[in-house]
Every structure is written in structure tokens, then in C-alpha cells.
């Protein structure tokens, strides 16, 4: 079976040295929903991707302003496999991934050529996120790993996307949201046939120990540990409470810098696609500088963050 990403990246900015501290964007979703999309659909924020894609671009403006050092692309939810579902074809689904990242790059480059963005900010970064086969399922899988299928099946999935993906030239991969040991050896063998940017993987997590799908996390990190392209490994969409127990797990099992980047408030149920209101609403913020001091050097926020979240973490986190 073929395998790999075949096609090289056409990076366009620095890449950053596993040392650096880089500050992520928050929840795209979140902030698309906020400026009045209506994202309960099966591509999920890819569908303002096919909508009205400015203002995907707009939003990682939003993100860079607030202090973001790297921007996420829209691309989480986008598949083949699911716009074929919805009467799409595949060159629909190749020109929304591609869209994704090209959106991304236009939305850095123009913050970048501004010389008041310039003062004192490394030039910012554009990942091209590659979400896990359970969020083109859309059933709540992404947070359990039960997907029924067998690893060919995941390989066929990741790999034409990958490959879309890379040729639009990000500067790094997002392989984000992972659930399980299984993906994460599928996507290790992918990045392994192929060249390309850097990459990070991040894992959802049950509790303070474990994978979604119940794997220890010194496990799924250990097999990382000598992947080239898997610069940064580490947790996101988990709640912040578990942050600080998760990353001496990822970093002493793998050897390499960690990448947090946990919900804001609240649970999701992926049931009823709704989130359910937390006991007590986290301050990433405050909670910060201990993920810094434990090992993390990319952080940001995932679901229900938005840009003062992503501005907050900047101020406690100085260079």
C-alpha cells in the first residue's frame, strides 16, 4: 500500500527550534461561533471554509492581534470522506483543505507586513490542523477512540490529506485531538514516508494518566520519542485541571517539548452537541506559567477560548 506524504512544504516562515516558547491561537470554532455562524453541521467550522471563507481569515486576524504566535487552519473537520456524505466531490474537499491553510498564510502575512505587528514579535506561524477519523464521523469519537476500524482504513483517510494539506505549505502540522494509540501509529508511519513541516501531536485524555482510549500516556509518548517530524507532543480539548498532571508524562516519556492547549469552560456532550456549564471556570492564564515551568512550550487554548484568553496567556507568559 502506498504510503506518506510525498509532496514537501513550501515553509514561508522560520521554523521554530523545540526550545522556543510559542503562544497558540484559542478556539476558532468558538470564535466563528461568537461573530454569528451557526456551526452545528458536519463540517463544523470547515463550513464557513465553503460559506464565506473571509471570515475564517478574519478570525485568525482576531487571534494574531491578541498575541498568537501561531494560527490553527480551519481544516479540522474537512475530509473527503465527509463532503462526499454531503454531495460534495473530492476536488471540493481538496480545495477546502487547501483554502484552509492558504486563509491561514494570507491571514499572517498581511498582520506581518503591517511594521507596528513587527515590534518585538517573531514573525508568526501557520499549522495546518489534521483532526482525527472520529471528527469526520462527528459522534463523539474524537474523545473515545472507539472507531470500529481497522488501521488501513485510518491511512487511507490521513494520507490524501495529509498530502493536500502539505502542498499548500504550512509551516507546521497540527495532528490534534488524537484519541488513541492506534491513530497515533497511523500517523506516525505517514510522517515517517514522507517529508514535510515539523509536526506536533496532541492527545484528548481521559484523566491525569491515560488517553481517551485508556492508553497510558508513557506509552503513546515513548512511541514518538524517536519520530523526526514530531517535534512537540502533548494534550488539547482535555480540561485544564489536568494539564499540570499530564505534561511530566509527555515530556519525560518522549523526551520532548510539550504542547497544552486544554478547553476553556465547560464539558462538552457529544450526545446533545452541547456544553455543559463547569463547577468552576478555569483561568488558563494564571495556570500558564506552571505548564511553562513543567515542560510545555507551545501554549494556547482550544475549545471556548477566544482572543482575550489567547491576549491573557501572552501577558503571563513573557519571552
Known sequence: ????????????????????????????????????FDLNHALWSGRVL?????????????????????????????SFEGCRQL???????????????????????????????????RRPLVAASVGPYGAFLADGSEYTGRYGVGEDVLEAFHR???EVLVAAGPDLLAIETIPSAQEARVLRRLLDAGDGPPAWMSFTCLDGERLSDGAPVEVVAAG???????????????????????????????????????????????????????????DLAKLAPEWRRLGAKLIGGCCRTRPNDIRRIRAALPP
Not at 465553503?50 to 482576531?62: I, L, N, Q, S, T
Request: proline share 7%.
Open 1 to 36: 500500500m502506498e504510503t506518506g506524504c510525498a509532496i514537501s512544504a513550501r515553509s514561508s516562515a522560520a521554523e521554530p527550534a523545540p526550545a522556543d516558547l510559542l503562544i497558540l491561537d484559542g478556539g476558532l470554532a468558538t470564535e466563528l461561533e461568537a461573530a454569528g
Open 50 to 78: 465553503f460559506e464565506e471563507p473571509e471570515a475564517v481569515e478574519a478570525a485568525h486576524r482576531r487571534f494574531l492581534e491578541a498575541g498568537a504566535d501561531c494560527v490553527i487552519s480551519a481544516s479540522y473537520q474537512v
Open 87 to 121: 454531495g460534495l466531490n473530492d476536488a471540493d474537499a481538496a480545495r477546502a483543505l487547501a483554502r484552509s491553510v492558504e486563509l491561514a498564510l494570507g491571514a499572517r502575512d498581511r498582520f506581518a507586513a503591517d511594521a507596528a505587528n513587527r515590534r518585538g514579535r
Open 160 to 162: 490524501r490529506r495529509l
Open 224 to 282: 514518538l520519542a524517536d519520530c523526526r517530524r514530531v517535534r512537540w507532543v502533548g494534550v488539547n480539548c482535555t480540561p485544564p485541571r489536568l494539564i499540570s498532571l499530564l505534561i511530566p508524562r509527555f515530556a519525560a516519556a518522549s523526551g520532548k517539548p510539550v504542547v497544552v492547549y486544554p478547553n476553556g469552560d465547560g464539558v462538552w456532550d457529544p450526545v446533545t452537541k452541547t456544553w455543559e456549564a463547569p463547577e468552576d471556570e478555569p
